[in-house]
């Protein structure tokens, strides 16, 4: 039986035994989907192909350890890793706004939060300042499904149809988790008394 005829799972085990053509195969198999969904995000060609042999040094690392245990879902595992990759390196190179936007139902671009009344004053400006700091913190305070999708709409500019193939996920459920995203900040500024009014 030729080797290409094997499923991801068989060709997985075949690889953690010392079979290394069946990893060729699994690359071979799922590259363009692989890199489409890295391109997506980052939309720069060298950066994807960083991100993408960076992804399978981590998952030649895995195998190569015994920690797989994704059994039969070989792609959403890679895909995964990819992603979270991408995070790590948007983090590193601090790409984030000052202020995060996002789509409401009619498909219009609005801030989450009304933006703080223009002064010169110098306080003020610094006030400001430590404002967004505390909403970077309280996004990374979110369950990871709800950062992730807040990440990846307010951040890197993806549409919620974007962010459901990349998350492998409906949109519904997309659009879902930034509404619960966006209780939960509500809440969380609430709580801690920040100064500011959602729209």
Not at 54 to 70: A, C, M, P
Not at 115 to 120: I, P, Q, T, V, W
Request: zero cysteines.
């Amino acid at each position: 039986m030729s080797i290409q005829l094997l499923n991801d799972n068989e060709l997985v085990q075949l690889y953690i035994g010392g079979n290394e053509d069946s990893l060729a195969v699994l690359v071979q198999r799922h590259k363009r989907k692989i890199f489409s969904s890295i391109i997506m995000v980052v939309k720069d060609h060298q950066l994807a192909e960083d991100v993408f042999q960076d992804t399978f040094f981590k998952v030649i690392h895995t195998l190569k350890r015994g920690q797989y245990s994704e059994e039969g879902k070989f792609l959403p595992w890679v895909i995964r890793i990819a992603r979270n990759l991408i995070i790590d390196h948007f983090r590193r190179v601090k790409k984030m706004p000052p202020m995060p936007v996002y789509v409401n139902d009619e498909g219009e671009e609005v801030s989450v939060f009304s933006k703080l009344a223009a002064d010169n004053d110098i306080q003020r400006r610094e006030e400001d300042s430590k404002f967004r700091k505390s909403i970077r913190h309280l996004i990374s305070e979110l369950p990871n499904d709800q950062r992730e999708v807040v990440l990846m709409r307010m951040y890197y500019d993806m549409s919620f149809k974007e962010i459901a193939e990349f998350t492998n996920v409906s949109i519904n459920t997309a659009l879902g988790r930034m509404r619960y995203a966006l209780f939960n900040l509500k809440k969380m500024i609430e709580e801690r008394k920040l100064e500011v009014v959602l729209r």
